[in-house]
């Protein structure tokens, strides 16, 4: 029962660089999505989706890209990190369309980038 | 767009007492869900409680309730004989309904610490 799994836990990236961060679920969720968490600013959404082949982009999206090519994966790519970048970053995944179904969120990543 | 506010970024209260975390909303939106979570320092979310905005009654789960004033748009918290393990970030989030999944918003997130 692994529900969502993000990968990796931790990452230290250089200025410039790129990397892409996982995240899987099993339960069938078509809805998908990224935040990122920094002190005094809560939970910010970076992008989400609502199905394969869809993806949208929410509050903070610059920066970063998504794809959804199956059901239970939904990466993100940072293309060239900047230090504005350190950041948690959690997935989180839910069923589309029914009533008050929660929000599931992985354990977390947390990159620093320097 | 919706926004969550909530005004105490930091709280404390003595293991076995009350405490209530606050919580306001601003939406046009008549239907919605409104969610308490909690973030102990092992960084996992966890979902404390949930509240539809068509039912009138509070929430209650164990030792934790809401206040759910939808005229106020207020959304408060009550933890009931504070544990230790209580101590964690409290964020409150808001969800429209009825228009398949539409994002959480957050709000920045209150600190409870659980002094023994």
């Known amino acids: 029962n692994a529900g969502v799994t993000q990968t990796p836990k931790f990452q230290v990236l250089k200025t410039g660089q790129s990397m892409t961060l996982q995240c899987a679920q099993d339960?069938?969720?078509?809805?998908m999505s990224w935040y990122r968490q920094d002190p005094g600013m809560g939970l910010r959404l970076i992008h989400y989706?609502?199905?394969?082949?869809?993806?949208d982009q929410g509050e903070v999206p610059n920066g970063y890209n998504v794809s959804r090519s199956t059901t239970e994966d939904f990466p993100l790519r940072l293309l060239s990190a900047a230090p504005s970048q350190t950041s948690v970053y959690f997935c989180?995944?839910?069923?589309?369309?029914?009533?008050?179904?929660?929000?599931?969120f992985g354990n977390g990543t947390r990159l620093t980038v320097t | 767009a919706q926004t969550v506010t909530q005004s105490q970024p930091e709280m404390s209260v003595q293991e076995a007492e009350t405490v209530t975390l606050s919580c306001t909303y601003d939406?046009?939106?008549?239907?919605?869900?409104l969610f308490w979570y909690k973030q102990p320092p092992s960084r996992q979310m966890i979902l404390v409680i949930r509240?539809?905005?068509?039912?009138?009654q509070n929430a209650t789960e164990n030792r934790f309730s809401v206040n759910f004033q939808k005229a106020a748009k207020s959304f408060s918290l009550k933890i009931s004989d504070s544990q230790l393990g209580d101590t964690a970030m409290y964020f409150c989030?808001?969800?429209?309904?009825?228009?398949?999944?539409?994002?959480?918003?957050f709000g920045k997130g209150t600190r409870l610490s659980v002094i023994a």
């Open positions: 989180a995944s839910s069923y589309v369309g029914v009533r008050d179904s929660p929000l599931h």
């Open positions: 339960m069938n969720h078509e809805y």
């Open positions: 989706s609502v199905g394969a082949g869809i993806t």
């Open positions: 939406t046009s939106e008549s239907n919605y869900y």
């Open positions: 509240q539809e905005a068509y039912k009138q």
């Open positions: 989030a808001f969800m429209k309904a009825n228009s398949g999944n539409t994002p959480l918003v």
